[in-house]
């Protein structure tokens, strides 16, 4: 089993819809959750941490953590053409001397106009 | 925010040869940076991670004598590639954790390493 478990997709949302991506983690301890976006041939950039459970929003993005079913979701709302991207679920191993950020294989989202 | 920055951006070599990517905290001091390898349509694989002052901590499976890794200074990791093969092509991205910024990471811009 993979640590961090994402649906490789593509998920295709039209324009304006609400886009969901899923994400599941193995490691019960896990305490930390990130969403990153990652446009083709360019490196991540962070969307949303999440640390509790419950949802945490910023803008059009909602993150939703439950630690009981080991998952952690990325809700986008009013979907944007310019959304269109791999996202990244990600989650921080804490062990030894240094913490870890374990990433799913991420989800393709492709927003159509 | 926090910066990272990472250089070449693109780099082409012949096999055989070393090349060194440098990654740099721009405006805080990263006692600790990862370097991560993303090939085509897949996911980022830690390599290692990158102690100031300190060996490096390489992931199971990953080369440290053909990855060499150096954090001789809290703003600066480099890794080397020694003797790069084609099967080495790849996206190699660095990060660093802004100790007053909290958990995330921030990620460099990536170099893109071909080897032909």
């Known amino acids: 089993q993979k640590e961090v478990e994402q649906n490789s997709g593509p998920l295709s949302v039209p324009e304006g819809a609400i886009a969901s991506l899923n994400c599941t983690y193995s490691?019960?301890?896990?305490?930390?959750f990130f969403w990153y976006r990652q446009y083709s041939g360019k490196s991540p950039e962070l969307i949303m941490s999440?640390?509790?459970?419950g949802d945490k929003e910023d803008g059009r993005f909602t993150a939703q953590l439950n630690k009981a079913s080991q998952y952690v979701s990325l809700l986008i709302r009013d979907s944007q053409p310019s959304d269109s991207a791999t996202y990244l679920c990600?989650?921080?191993?804490?062990?030894?001397?240094?913490?870890?950020?374990?990433f799913g294989t991420g989800t393709l989202l492709a927003v159509q106009p | 925010g926090a910066v990272v920055s990472q250089h070449p951006s693109r780099v082409i070599c012949k096999s055989g040869t070393s090349v060194k990517i440098e990654c740099r905290s721009l405006?805080?001091?990263?006692?600790?940076m990862f370097w991560y390898r993303q090939f085509p349509k897949q996911s980022l694989m830690l390599m290692a991670t990158s102690n100031e002052g300190s060996k490096a901590t390489y992931e199971q499976g990953v080369e440290k004598d053909k990855f060499l890794i150096n954090h001789a200074s809290l703003t600066l990791s480099t890794l080397t590639v020694t003797s790069a093969h084609p099967e080495d092509s790849s996206f190699y991205i660095c990060?660093?954790?802004?100790?007053?910024?909290?958990?995330?990471?921030?990620f460099g811009n990536g170099t893109r390493l071909t080897v032909t």
């Open positions: 490691d019960r301890v896990s305490q930390s």
């Open positions: 990600a989650v921080r191993h804490y062990g030894g001397a240094t913490n870890k950020l374990i």
């Open positions: 999440i640390y509790s459970n």
């Open positions: 405006d805080f001091q990263a006692t600790t």
């Open positions: 990060s660093a954790r802004d100790p007053q910024g909290g958990s995330p990471l921030h």
